[in-house]
């Protein structure tokens, strides 16, 4: 049987470390209305993805009900309900990017790493992504590589830069 | 003493081109020359042209240096400021003229420009508070706080403003209808939620000028008797959310926020909320309940925001663009405001200009510049000497302008009439390499993606219309499916409950209208003019250039080519895939792609 978290929180000190530091956020944000967004941007920062575990405890300390916490985090792109790469790599398909040939890029990416977006690869090093533009239009295609952005990439380029991504 | 300043663009396409290791070595070369007291460098908002970035501009000469790198960043200390001389290299020199640029001024990209909007963009430190309120920052607020409520919003109705997120309503009936509304409290909000793929000016004026929002919707709570106001930004634009925060905190330091403004008893404070990547959340009332933290979910209008908003209160909402547009109004008049533009769109409108053109970037021009303007005289025509196709407005809300209506002017209701709309101002350049077909597939797509489930036609409807064009693209279309694309798009123009909806169709109906003939061609000759749908391609080998190297034959997944070392190869047409790998394999151009 599974352990309840408060118990599997006293054998960890790592994961409790990281709920301490969401329940810090929350106490700061409890008493803004509608927080339960920031919320969970906050929480993916801390655990990098959104397990089952966290929106309960999100549910339970925001007092909204479960139901309410997955509908949103099932909503939105953003939130990612499966842990995630080392580095993510997010490749724009927004219009400009896609009609200076982005998806001659994407096409690449997906070759070089075995995988499709939303995937990650199994040695856990990329996952991949999809993203409707980021607003860096002027130097399409562009592709987003953990928080730096790469412009006017081609096909040979981007597979030099993922090189580069341990 | 500070003689010099540095001006570095710190927009989003320069950081991507660079401007961090520009700005270091830049620092660097100062001090190894002992001047670094003696220049002040300053990091700005987004300067427009994007495509020549990393841009330095060296103070009070105004001299323009492009594409400066690590390497020859050091030249613009050793030689410009050391040695009193340009670094002529570093200078724009434009295609058609026949000296170097010395000044943006001498730049037709600018030249043509009328920045209002853009006023601080590339011009103050975005992080500096002081810089803002040099150039009259928060004086529109002051004389708003003596002006008081009426007499604000009839000056914004008098300028005639209308809302720059796409649709064009009169940003003062808004302001109105919030005022008279009755429940308490009332909310004032600015979306941010950019989301139109292809356009960055609400990016740019967070990044580069985010006091001129938080003024604006100062003035704006002051006006229709709000105390709180959210910003709603994508979380796609961290930089943005991270500038506009440092501001909210600035702003609070010197009074312009929190309790009693300027000595005024007004009390108005602003929130960030964040995205999480939801297209749908750009229309308003899907955008208000995701600030409430809920799903991004539309609701029938009406009642509207102004009536019930947030939380079912009265609520006034307004795009970024239209809120940096506030402030000047109410400090130079209505009568200022409407000196540009046409009379039923006054004042100017920033565009992205992205895609196939020249120069790339952030420009802002009176409302009724035509489109060969925006094209060819400050985006410097076409690419690789092409040949213009259309521009995509609107993003997946809107469709095409083609090139018969390149000499009409261009404003909310002009573009209407063709049957696409403003939208925020992405401005999509398209070349005869792209395909209308597949560009109209591709805003399907998204929409597919983006619908967020609520209603039928939305969400059903826009799925058989893409069923449709993939089949179209693949070349197994069949007759009449124009016809079943033009009564479905109709139908869900007609039943969609929110704007997404309502205008999903938009892409496919007008490349319809304007290039029904590409799609004949793929339906009918199964051939597509523009050579990118795959399957109605045929890879052939050229037997002039073909020497026989076996790249491609080794590179094709289904070993459909065959050939000796040495010896030209062929295609066998039965079992290709059309997949491209020969063509990208091949390194002399021996792949033929009809």
Known sequence: ?166 | MIRNQLLICAGGACITSGEKSVKDALVEELARNGIQDEVQIIETGCMGACDLGPIVVVYPEGTFYQKVNVQNAGLIVSEHLVKGRTVPELLYHGPTSEKKAQTSEEIPFYTRQVKRVLRNCGVIDPLSIEEYIARDGYFGLGKALEMGPDEIIKTVQDSGLRGRGGAGFPTGIKWKATKDATGSPKYVVCNGDEGDPGAFMDRSVLEGDPHSVIEAMVIAGFAVGAATGYVYVRAEYPLAIERLDYALKKAREYGFLGKNILNSGFDFDIEIRIGAGAFVCGEETALLRSIEGKRGIPSLKPPFPAQAGLWGKPTLINNVETYANIAPILINGADWFRSVGTSKSPGTKVFALVGKVQNTGLVEVPMGTTLRELVFDIGGGIRDGKKFKGAQTGGPSGGVITADYLDMPIDFDTVKEIGTIMGSGGLVILDEDNCMVDVAKFYLEFIVDESCGKCTPCREGTRQMYRIMERICDGKGRGGDVEKLKSLGKVIQLTSLCGLGQTAPNPVLSTIRFFEDEYRAHIEDKKCPAHVCKHLLTYSINPDKCVGCTACARQCPVQAIGGQVKKVHVIDQATCIKCGACYEVCRFDAILKE
């Open chain 1, 1 to 166: 049987m599974r352990m309840n978290l408060e118990d599997r929180l006293n054998e960890n000190p790592e994961l409790k470390k990281q709920f301490d530091e969401l329940d810090a956020y929350i106490d700061e944000k409890a008493s803004q209305q509608g927080s339960l967004i920031n919320v969970m941007h906050r929480a993916q920062e801390i655990f990098g993805y959104l397990p089952d575990d966290v929106l309960y405890y999100v549910a339970k300390r925001l007092n909204v009900p479960r139901s309410t916490v997955y509908g949103v985090v099932t909503f939105y792109h953003f939130f990612s309900r499966v842990p995630k790469g080392r580095h993510t790599v997010s490749v724009c398909l927004g219009t400009a990017c896609y009609v200076r040939g982005g998806s001659t890029v994407y096409d690449r990416v997906m070759k070089t790493l075995g995988i499709k977006a939303g995937e990650t690869s199994q040695d856990r090093r990329f996952t991949l992504d999809l993203v409707r533009c980021v607003g860096a239009c002027g130097l399409a295609p562009v592709v987003v590589i953990d928080k730096d952005t790469y412009g006017r990439m081609t096909p040979d380029k981007v597979v030099t830069l993922l090189n580069k991504y341990a």
